[in-house]
């Protein structure tokens, strides 16, 4: 896990915390931690995602199959968040596992953009 993984893990168990969990099951949307925007992390939809940060071609900091891995994860995921709350709201006492991706620019031009993974338990509303 790097410096920027435990930072993001941390904010978005704190802070960011609702924003997290509403991400979990919003299929068009994603969250993005970039440190050049205020607020750092920004739940972000995929049609826009393209147009603040193209993928492929010249100065692009990720490709179109990086692109199209974090839509597969996020997928996964979804479907996963999804069941775990119908779960949750057949047993209301559970604490569902959820997860979503999260992508993180790079403010340096000669290195990439990469992605992570996050899960929490989830407290149900």
Same mark, same amino acid.
């Given at each position: 896990?790097t410096?920027? %993984?435990? &930072?993001?893990?941390a904010?978005l168990? #704190? $802070?960011?915390?609702a924003?997290?969990?509403q991400n979990? *099951?919003?299929?068009?949307?994603?969250?993005?931690?970039?440190?050049s925007?205020n607020p750092?992390?920004?739940?972000?939809?995929?049609? %826009?995602? &393209?147009?603040?940060?193209?993928?492929? #071609? $010249?100065g692009s900091?990720?490709s179109?199959?990086d692109f *199209?891995e974090?839509?597969k994860?996020?997928?996964h995921?979804?479907r996963s968040?999804v069941?775990?709350?119908?779960i949750?709201?057949? %047993?209301?006492?559970?604490?569902?596992?959820?997860g979503?991706?999260?992508?993180t620019i790079?403010?340096?031009?000669?290195r990439?953009?990469?992605w992570?993974?996050v899960?929490?338990l989830?407290?149900?509303?």
């Amino acid at each position: 896990m790097t410096d920027n %993984d435990e &930072l993001i893990s941390a904010l978005l168990d #704190g $802070p960011f915390r609702a924003l997290r969990d509403q991400n979990h *099951v919003d299929p068009s949307s994603i969250l993005v931690w970039d440190s050049s925007l205020n607020p750092v992390i920004q739940s972000v939809s995929f049609l %826009d995602l &393209l147009s603040r940060y193209p993928c492929g #071609g $010249p100065g692009s900091q990720w490709s179109p199959s990086d692109f *199209v891995e974090i839509l597969k994860e996020k997928h996964h995921l979804l479907r996963s968040s999804v069941a775990s709350h119908a779960i949750s709201d057949d %047993d209301p006492e559970s604490t569902p596992m959820c997860g979503t991706v999260v992508l993180t620019i790079s403010d340096d031009p000669c290195r990439a953009h990469s992605w992570l993974s996050v899960r929490a338990l989830i407290n149900p509303d």
